[in-house]
């Protein structure tokens, strides 16, 4: 038998954050193996339980769950916790910092049962983004606007891995990719692991911030 998820909530609003303990435990597959109230208790209670996923909320006292997630998730971190960060749409502003400080995706707030404990999944397999559509849309959003900064790969891109990478970049998993090009899980996911190698990315949250970055994916479009 599969071991189920561990998971780790961390929200200032005991009624969000029991909320969403309560429907993750009601889960075969995951178990809430710790809470907490703001970011400071967040991070010390990841380094000490290491649970297999974070939930975050975004905005807690001590430390915001931007910086709770740099200290766990980060580029600086050698053996990062994924990490969702929770959000409403009035804190769009903040999803990409998120995602900058290493977040896996993010979910709104009033997400339905069987989306969180997909997006719960997703974030420990690391397979995709979470709540896509509306990821990409909110990339697009904040990088409206702002030069290309994303530095060239050493070794180009292939054709195939330009048109993989739009692809991730719109919030589609392997298994759409495949059936998108017509091409097996397998070599998608090669492709996709090129794509990492190249781009020094260590998941996909990375590939798609670099496709906006680098201006290979258009602001504007909405998924």
């Known amino acids: 038998m599969t071991e189920p998820v561990r998971v780790l909530v961390a929200d200032d609003q005991d009624m969000v ?3 969403l303990a309560t429907i993750l435990d009601a889960e075969p597959s ?13 991070v010390e209670r990841v380094r000490s339980l290491r649970p297999d996923v974070c ?10 769950g931007i910086e709770a997630t740099r200290l766990v998730a980060g580029p600086e971190v050698a053996d990062p916790v994924p990490v969702i960060v929770i959000t ?8 990409y910092d998120a995602l900058r400080a290493g977040a896996r995706g993010f979910l709104l707030k009033d997400a339905d049962p069987e989306l969180l404990a997909r997006a719960v999944h997703a974030a420990a397999s690391g397979d995709a983004l979470i709540s ?4 990409a849309r909110l990339l697009a959003t904040f990088t409206s606007g702002r030069p290309a ?7 180009p891109l292939t054709p195939r891995e330009e048109a993989v990478l739009d692809l991730v970049a719109a919030g589609r998993t392997n298994h759409e990719i495949a059936e998108d090009l017509f091409l097996s899980l397998s070599t998608v996911k090669t492709h996709v692991g090129a794509l990492m190698t190249k781009l020094a990315a260590r998941n996909r949250v990375e590939l798609v911030i670099w496709a906006y970055d680098s201006g290979r994916v258009d602001s504007g479009r909405r998924p």
Request: aromatic residues 6%.
């Open 132 to 135: 896509p559509a509306v990821t």
């Open 17 to 19: 954050r029991v909320g």
């Open 30 to 42: 995951i178990e809430v193996v710790g809470q907490a109230r703001d970011g400071l208790e967040a």
């Open 88 to 95: 409403t749409f009035d804190e769009d502003q903040y999803v």
């Open 149 to 155: 900064q994303a530095a060239e790969p050493v070794d």
């Open 55 to 64: 939930l975050f909320d975004i905005r807690m006292p001590q430390l915001d």
